[in-house]
């Protein structure tokens, strides 16, 4: 595969597959035969192939089994992917996908976005979060409009709404935020201001973080972050309010292949 895979889900229609975006292609892959298929044709094998329509998909939202909402982050837009047999259409449902980058709130498709890189579902029926640049938006499927939720300072890598749906956590290079839905407000939850790094701690605001790139909630009080820079995972436990550092086995270093650090508690 030429492009990397910079999301992935379980494929609501085919059990046993994950639906991912790799460039401008939306596909599905077997777990158990390994086989790579088109959603063009999700029925017949067939190498993989960009479609011209995309630019570059980095995030999808499966709506239901027949249609993905897709972030084309090149393009500036939010499409959605109808997967049938023999057809394969992606209209437009906000932004203008000509290109041109922006942040311009109201109609959805009189809208502008700034790379827009994940979709995140909302606890409001028809609402979904989509992260940006410097900014987290709202599409309202249902009333077909954009809004604005928060600006940021520096550039948003990935965001996650919690179990209990009650905030929306996102994470820039250095920093943990935690959004919390019914107030609208936003605090800074792990990392020490102005500061990067690699220290673990007792202190969610005296730990540092160094190349944050993306976050996943394990269960309702423990987020995994992954450091790009440092090869690392980071572990956040909610019930201590702890920051520890787990790393993936290493074939280049085995003496080094697993390493803990941090509290015990976690």
């Known amino acids: 595969m030429r492009h990397a895979i910079p999301t992935a889900e379980e494929d609501l229609q085919a059990s046993g597959s994950l639906v991912f975006a790799a460039g401008a292609t939306i596909g599905t892959i077997s777990l158990n035969s390994g086989i790579l298929y088109s959603i063009r044709s999700s029925t017949e094998y067939h190498f993989l192939t960009d479609d011209q329509e995309l630019g570059r998909i980095t995030g999808i939202h499966q709506i239901n089994e027949g249609e993905i909402m897709v972030t084309d982050y090149l393009k500036n837009c939010i499409r959605v992917v109808v997967r049938h047999k023999g057809d394969f259409k992606t209209p437009v449902i906000a932004g203008k996908c000509d290109g041109k980058g922006g942040y311009i709130d109201g109609k959805a498709l009189d809208s502008r976005f700034e790379n827009p890189h994940r979709i995140i579902a ?3 029926v028809g609402s979904f979060y989509i992260t940006e640049k410097h900014r987290i938006r709202i599409l309202n499927t249902l009333q077909k409009t954009v809004s604005t939720l928060l600006k940021h300072e520096f550039v948003i890598q990935d965001a996650k709404l919690s179990p209990s749906k009650e905030h929306l956590f996102f994470i820039d290079v250095c920093h943990l935020y935690r959004h919390t839905i019914a107030t609208n407000t936003t605090v800074l939850f792990a990392g020490k201001k102005a500061y990067c790094g690699i220290r673990d701690s007792y202190m969610l605001h005296e730990a540092t973080f160094l ?7 394990l269960n309702d009080f423990t987020i995994m972050m992954s450091d790009a820079r440092q090869g690392h995972l980071r572990i956040i436990n909610l019930c201590s309010n702890t920051v ?15 390493f803990i650090s941090g509290p015990k508690s976690v």
Do not use: I, R, Y
Request: hydrophobic share 30%; net charge neutral; aromatic share 8%.
């Open 122 to 124: 909302s606890p409001t």
């Open 211 to 217: 190349g944050l790139k993306s976050l996943l909630f």
């Open 244 to 258: 520890s550092t787990f790393c993936l086995p290493s074939q280049l270093h085995e003496d080094k292949s697993v």
